[in-house]
């Protein structure tokens, strides 16, 4: 049995949870001939005619942990209590993961994506139309995540932290909920905290950090007025930094030393959510293995599949199997 297929079997065996900010993705198909203006404005309509929804942001890495097999995906997060929570959490049974954990709040409004395409062409063309939070958590809401990491972070092998929020506030990884998952973590050495943060890598201690280079750069720059991936690892206290480089690869440091894992070559279609899909298969394999270069290597092959395709893809475990072979003819 391959490495690649070993850890394929063992996937079935893991328990993982996403924790962070989990958005509801609606992909809106419009009919550009139905866009005459309205008689009240004068400002010309968007008619919708068709639309998928999907759990996005932490909800993403859920769905590929759900297409590689992994045997149970639970999510952490805070929704409204609104339409748009509903279907994330239809969206989310349907595919396999458990939504108990959703924190309903009154206060906020269930994250949202909403993506205009033109049915003609196919392609994302309009600006999207977003439900975001711009204040901070609601102390209630906040209560109930720490509370429900206390209570639930010892069932899982695998933490993903998807601290996905690009503003000051509003996401659901607060200063609290983030120094709490530091301190899980190293209270509990033998599991696997992941955490991929696009604005505040450098605050987390004692997890595995997974940022692209251009996060990661800044996170250096933020925590020590340079670029020094060694020095952010330091820092941080990081069991494993990983950066990865898109097209390029990854970069692995650990215990002082740094690797490099390339990646398949593959015509990318679509990278939105590349880095969600690397970290659902590197942080398993990370779990299964020991070995950073082995979960750089199976993350890299799950992105190498989900970049193919047009929106935010999954991989399946066949599909990762072929391009392993793909892989291993290359080398």
Known sequence: MSRTAEILAKLRDLRVLVLGDICLDRWCWYDPSLAEASAETGIPRTGVVRTIVTPGAGGTVANNLAALGVRRIDVLGVIGNDG?????????TERGIVPDLLIESPDVVTFTYT???????????LPRVDFVNTQPLPVEAERQVLAAVEKHWAVFDVVIVADQAETGAGGM??????????????????KV??????????LY??????????????ACRRSMGVVD??????ETE???LIVTHGERGALVIQNGEEHWMPTRRVRAVDICGAGDSFTAGAACAYRITGSGMEAARFGNL???????????????PEEVLAADTDMAAEA
């Open 229 to 234: 991936f060694h020095g952010l690892a330091t």
């Open 193 to 202: 905290v992941w955490v991929d943060s696009r604005r505040r890598a450098e």
């Open 302 to 316: 799950v992105a190498s599949i989900t970049v193919t395709k047009k929106g935010t893809g999954s991989a399946s």
């Open 238 to 240: 990081a069991r494993l």
């Open 205 to 218: 201690r004692h997890v595995v950090l997974k940022p692209n280079r251009r996060e990661a750069e800044d």
């Open 84 to 92: 748009f929570g509903s279907e994330l959490r239809r969206a989310m």
């Open 115 to 125: 993506k205009l395409i033109n049915s003609l062409t196919d392609e994302e063309d």
């Open 173 to 190: 990884v607060t200063a609290a909920v983030r120094d709490l998952v530091s301190r899980k973590a190293a209270e509990s050495p033998e």
